[in-house]
């Protein structure tokens, strides 16, 4: 049996503080609230954009993003241009988000694609980059992709 033509879903993250979080990720990636309950021990929120679901909040969560524990890594978003990646950025030091590079850095050792890392008000990586156009700056980590071991 051969498995159909794959594609990636939605995203689901756990997160301490539904309200925070939803506002986090509609004003960075311009996600669109479909559907959601902030009230009772259930609470959630989907969302998407153009009515496809990208990702779901789940407000069940304590603490901070374990980094040295099994499971997600990253969560990574491409844009289409190196100028994308550049709005991105300003929106973020606006809110002051945390990065884990100083601006626009490139995957690796002449890679020409690249963009921003940083961490979302509960510490999940996340990750905006553009297939090209971050060759301008040197890779801050030598012989591992940058998103590695941010």
């Known amino acids: 049996m051969s498995t159909p033509a794959l594609q990636p879903g939605h ?29 009772g021990d259930r609470r959630f929120a989907l969302l998407g954009r153009d009515g496809t679901l990208v990702v779901a909040l789940w407000q ?6 374990a980094t040295d524990r099994p499971g997600l890594h990253h969560m990574s978003f491409q844009v289409p241009d190196i100028e994308a990646v550049r709005r991105a950025e300003a929106v973020l030091r606006e809110l002051g988000v945390e990065f884990a590079y100083d601006g626009i850095v490139p995957h690796g050792e002449g890679a020409s694609s690249g963009g921003v890392f940083f961490t979302d008000p509960d510490g999940i990586r996340l990750e905006i980059y553009a297939p090209t156009g971050a060759d301008l700056a040197p890779a801050p980590v030598q012989g591992s992709p940058t998103c590695g071991f941010f």
């Open 11 to 39: 995203v689901a993250l756990n997160v301490t503080d539904l309200a925070r979080s939803t506002a986090f990720y509609g004003t960075v990636f311009g996600f669109e609230t479909m559907a959601e309950r902030t009230d």
């Open 60 to 65: 069940q969560s304590g603490g901070t993003f």
